[in-house]
């Protein structure tokens, strides 16, 4: 079982930065690829970005790449996503999620955390 507690979300006006932090419980967490998703209200849930248990591999969602960043830090067993210039249609529940492989599917992903809201309106 692996617990996934993420945190840093907040209201931001459009333009603004936000880091958003995902811990984990698991006891080999380098073991894990790491992704984040988000979903906005009436719509699925859907990629971001996700990273390969070393770090060494990422992926992103065409609508974020050059804007956000993710990254990991396996002795704290932490992930983080650094989102630059958002927008209003960033607006979002943004959730952490663990799996095997850097997949953009949400079924690649075994474990999840329970989200953090992320507002950017002015």
């Known amino acids: 079982q692996v617990l996934l507690v993420e945190s840093g979300g907040g209201s931001v006006q459009p333009g603004g930065s936000l880091r958003l932090s995902c811990a984990a419980s698991a006891r080999t967490f380098s073991n894990y690829a790491m992704g984040w998703f988000r979903q906005a209200p009436g719509k699925e849930r859907e990629f971001e970005a996700a990273?390969?248990?070393?770090?060494?591999?990422?992926r992103y969602a065409d609508s974020v790449k050059g804007r956000f960043t993710i990254s990991r830090d396996n002795a704290k067993k932490m992930v983080y996503l650094q989102m630059n210039s958002l927008k209003p249609e960033d607006t979002a529940v943004y959730y952490c999620?663990?799996?095997?492989?850097?997949?953009?599917?949400?079924?690649?992903?075994?474990?999840w955390g329970q989200g953090t809201q992320v507002t950017v309106s002015s």
């Open positions: 999620a663990g799996g095997g492989v850097v997949a953009a599917r949400s079924e690649a992903y075994d474990y």
């Open positions: 990273i390969s248990g070393s770090g060494f591999s990422t």
